[in-house]
């Protein structure tokens, strides 16, 4: 069974940082894509920013110079550092974990999902 465990949201003032973090069990964390959306109130679930399993990655143009997207297979944990949040930011992140090899923009692609951590960004 695998799991995913989302963690590190919260409310931070417009301009300010967070890290989440997403721990993956049940599988081989090494050999999986993973991916991080958010979804606002209202909203679809939308792609943020994903990793392959040799560490390519890919941005969504509204977060591409302030997100990073990474990943330590050693702890089994993708993260995502958020820099200059901004208001429209405002969502719950999602990691999602794929057992191929690209990145996929789409989330009925993903195979699992975590719980969801809420970020609020206040202006």
């Known amino acids: 069974q695998v799991q995913l465990v989302e963690s590190g949201g919260g409310l931070v003032q417009a301009g300010g940082s967070l890290r989440l973090s997403c721990v993956v069990s049940?599988?081989?964390?090494?050999?999986?894509?993973m991916g991080w959306f958010r979804q606002a109130p209202g909203k679809g679930r939308e792609f943020v920013a994903g990793i392959t399993r040799i560490f390519g990655t890919y941005y969504a143009d509204s977060v591409k110079g302030r997100f990073t997207i990474s990943r330590d297979n050693a702890k089994n944990t993708v993260y995502l550092q958020m820099n200059s949040l901004r208001p429209e930011d405002t969502a719950v992140y999602y990691c999602?974990?794929?057992?191929?090899?690209?990145?996929?923009?789409?989330?009925?692609?993903?195979?699992?999902w975590g719980q969801g951590t809420q970020v609020t960004v206040s202006s």
């Open positions: 999602a974990a794929d057992e191929g090899r690209v990145i996929f923009i789409t989330p009925h692609q993903y195979d699992y």
């Open positions: 049940g599988r081989t964390f090494s050999s999986m894509s």
